[in-house]
């Protein structure tokens, strides 16, 4: 695992510019290290876009923040052809979805035309301009914020979206501890202090060679029945707690099977091991498994959410 002590260096260079929040730090390396697109849900003012930012500052790739709004539209994410009136033709030029890191600030405030567009990138790693398909960077990851405080000009994400994001991570407050550290920070910024100097970037082709190394992580095949009996589970929780009858809309895809047991070897890896742990799985399933699953209007009115369904699940299925 030769790049291991490259990702713990660039982990250690978001930490001193985001106090606390390892988990946080830590699911975004994940996202980087699988190739998987992460979703971050908390209020404003929690370092979400912060974090991508020195994440960007940490890799030498290219890095575009798109801020969306209920007026943008598909061109503006995958650009267009415009006519060139000197050669007399159409030439394609490039939107900002062609780099390798993109932050989508606020993307439930986009309409689904917009939303289209993107998930056939995040799908496919690729954008259709009329009859003409571009392949975007090998790098390319989606790194998505959204707020749950405002509902007003917001369009809820669609399920078949929400099931290309490997991770939904939830985002909240500081302990009082951390606050002040944040605000200790923050006057030494003001008095010419940088803080957010890193040594060295990481180039593209080693984040490409992590990822390699990850997928060779070993994962014991009772480690992937649990995963699979834990994913199975969403769908039908009756059969291990048979008072939640119709409490699952529809449950987790096969597509959380994969994520799951990637991001399960991602943490191995940033936790120095060549094998996958039960705590591995634990730890990354309600991030997992939150967004893919939609919880009935009876569990609702009995006040079980998704992370409830999600808890239970894991505490009452045999561990390995």
Partial sequence: MHSQAEFLTLRDHI???????SELIDRILI??????????????GLAKTTAIKSLASGIHAGFQRIQFTPDLMPADLTG?????????????????????IILADEINRAPPKV???????MEEHQVTVGSQTH??????????????????????????????FLLHVLIDYPTEK??????????????????????SRLQPETVLKARREVAEIHIESVLNEYIVRLVNATRQPQLWIPAWQDFVDFGASPRATLALSRAACANAYLQGRHYVIPDDVIVLAPDVLRHRLRPSFAARAEQVDANT?????????PIP
């Fill in 80 to 100: 267009s052809d415009q006519f060139d009136p000197q050669a007399n033709q159409f030439n394609f030029v490039a939107g900002p979805l062609f780099h390798e």
């Fill in 31 to 44: 996202a980087v290290l699988t190739g998987g697109h992460l979703l971050l849900e908390g209020p404003p």
């Fill in 309 to 317: 369904i999600i808890n239970k699940l894991i505490e009452i299925i």
């Fill in 115 to 121: 939303q289209s567009a993107l998930l056939e990138a």
């Fill in 178 to 199: 951390e606050e002040l550290e944040i605000l200790m920070r923050d006057r030494q910024l003001h008095f010419g202090e940088d803080l957010q100097k890193v040594d």
């Fill in 135 to 164: 392949i975007l960077p090998d790098l390319f990851i989606v790194m998505a914020t959204q707020n749950p405080l405002e509902q007003a000009g917001t369009y809820p994400l669609p399920e078949a979206q929400l099931d290309r």
């Fill in 15 to 21: 930490q001193s510019v985001i106090v606390g929040q």
